[in-house]
């Protein structure tokens, strides 16, 4: 009785290791398929398009915006923030460009004049930028070397303006080349890197930027010293020159989302200063289970 008794324990133990490792399998499965399905949309780039919008309410300010999205980025990502900008009566041109394709030099000089050109048929009294990530430092490479009339404000949403740690550890990794193409290897912290190049800015500059990061950037934000959005340090999201900082607990990819981050763009955008709430929104609703400090 006793070896029938150990031999059903014993198989018995055997079957739940099987179980658990079953388990095991399914759950690193569905860690690769979620992954996936955040990197998909992550690294979404095409040609150069627009999308247009005009004022959703009757107080026309009669000036626009083009908004910029980050690297390996598309339009869609700024479509919340577009959205906001219309309703406080801005018209909007959001530049769809092929950030993994090209480098930062093309990208200024290429597919960023055109999106100014589509501002200028409405006529606007002011033109502003808000721009995302490396959308910063196109803007930033364009205006040295051709600043446009009526350049209004620019409101900077954690762009790597002194580079980025990250960079410096990943640039020669393929995949990181693959996904990011030229103008990811132009972010680095080197002195001649793009953005250290650039130097002092001289016109009015508002920079937002985040101190947590999301979950599946929690590998990134170990490889940058100090507090990070998970792509950028706090740090280093800074530039000289510029007119305001705000600092919010909000994560790279999504910190455009905010409501708090919407609000207090479009108040720059018209007093040139942030409102600094002392108690900040917590993470947008929806994405605060995706971010760490």
């Known amino acids: 009785m006793r070896r029938d008794n150990t031999y059903r324990a ?3 133990f055997i079957f739940r290791i099987k179980i658990a ?42 000036e626009c915006v083009v908004l910029l999205h980050g690297l390996a980025r ?8 577009q959205e906001i900008l219309a309703a406080a009566g801005y018209h909007t041109v959001s530049l769809n460009y092929p950030s ?25 009294a002011a033109i502003h930028f808000v ?17 446009p009339e009526k350049l209004g404000r620019v409101v900077m949403l954690s762009p790597p303006n002194r580079g980025s740690a990250l960079v410096d550890k990943l640039k020669k990794w393929r995949l ?46 170990f490889l940058i010293p100090g507090k990070d959005d998970g792509k950028v340090s706090v740090e280093r999201a800074k530039v000289d020159g510029m007119s305001d900082f705000l600092l919010v607990h909000e994560s790279h990819p999504f910190i455009m989302d905010s409501d708090y981050v919407q609000d207090e763009t479009v108040y720059f955008l018209i007093n040139g200063t942030f409102r600094h709430q002392k108690d900040p929104l917590p993470p947008v609703s929806g994405a605060d289970w995706f971010s760490y400090n």
């Open 176 to 221: 990181y080349v693959w996904l990011n193409g030229p103008a990811g290897q132009q972010l680095s912290t080197a002195a001649d890197s793009v953005p250290n190049q650039l130097g002092r800015v001289d016109f009015p500059v508002g920079i937002i930027t985040g101190d947590r990061h999301a979950f599946f950037d929690t590998w990134f934000s």
């Open 74 to 81: 598309s339009y869609r990502s700024m479509n919340g923030m």
């Open 21 to 62: 490792a079953v388990k095991a399998r399914k759950s690193r499965a569905f860690v690769i398929v979620l992954f996936v399905l955040f990197l998909l949309p992550l690294t979404a780039c095409s040609k150069r398009t627009f999308l247009i919008k005009e004022p959703s309410t009757k107080e026309i300010r009669g």
């Open 100 to 124: 993994t394709k090209k480098n930062i030099e093309s990208i200024a000089g290429e597919d960023f004049p055109p999106a100014i050109d589509q501002c200028r048929e409405f006529n606007p």
């Open 131 to 147: 721009t995302h990530s490396l959308g910063g430092i196109v803007v930033r490479k364009a205006f040295s070397e051709n600043r």
């Open 10 to 12: 014993g198989w018995f």
